[in-house]
């Protein structure tokens, strides 16, 4: 599918890396060095808008490699970029670790998944069919 995007950024457009993959990368797109403290969060501006069809979202997700060798995910994650928002994307990361860690200005921070989107409609009812599962969750079935 084409979308349209603005790139204010000094990077390439995001791609994918493989073409298997799922997500494309997004790179920060910062002045100088930005670094994370244990625990902190900062808004990460990456100098792309994109304008997605109705129908669409964007998603917004940690890169893997990041989360796992230094900590570094998104606090909402996924983030939605709906079909009618025209803006900046940036990127709200935070630092789980117990070490500072530094952004610099290209930097992969994080990957974007386009999805389709289905609208509900609903019906509302006095009662819901019953299931075998039922009303169990968050741990209910125990450890096997």
Do not use: C
């Given at each position: 599918?084409?979308?349209?995007?603005?790139?204010?950024?000094?990077?390439?457009?995001?791609?994918?890396?493989?073409?298997?993959?799922?997500?494309?990368?997004?790179r920060a797109?910062?002045?100088?060095?930005?670094?994370?403290?244990?625990?902190?969060?900062?808004?990460?501006?990456?100098?792309?808008?994109?304008?997605?069809?109705?129908?669409?979202?964007a998603q917004?997700?940690?890169?893997?490699?990041?989360?796992?060798?230094?900590?570094?995910?998104?606090?909402?994650?996924?983030?939605?970029?709906?079909?009618?928002?025209?803006?900046?994307?940036?990127?709200?990361?935070?630092?789980?670790?117990?070490?500072?860690?530094?952004?610099?200005?290209?930097?992969?921070?994080?990957?974007?998944?386009?999805?389709?989107?289905?609208?509900?409609?609903?019906?509302?009812?006095?009662?819901?069919?019953?299931?075998?599962?039922?009303?169990?969750?968050?741990?209910?079935?125990?450890?096997?």
């Open positions: 599918m084409k979308i349209e995007i603005v790139n204010n950024s000094k990077h390439p457009l995001p791609a994918y890396e493989t073409g298997a993959s799922a997500g494309m990368d997004l797109n910062i002045d100088r060095p930005v670094t994370l403290g244990p625990l902190e969060r900062q808004l990460i501006p990456t100098g792309l808008y994109i304008g997605l069809p109705e129908g669409f979202e917004i997700r940690p890169r893997s490699g990041l989360a796992a060798q230094h900590g570094i995910s998104l606090i909402n994650t996924p983030g939605t970029i709906d079909a009618d928002y025209r803006g900046e994307i940036k990127i709200i990361l935070v630092n789980l670790s117990n070490d500072s860690y530094t952004i610099n200005d290209g930097d992969r921070i994080a990957q974007m998944i386009i999805s389709r989107v289905e609208h509900a409609e609903w019906t509302e009812v006095n009662q819901l069919l019953q299931t075998k599962r039922g009303a169990g969750g968050f741990g209910h079935t125990g450890k096997k």
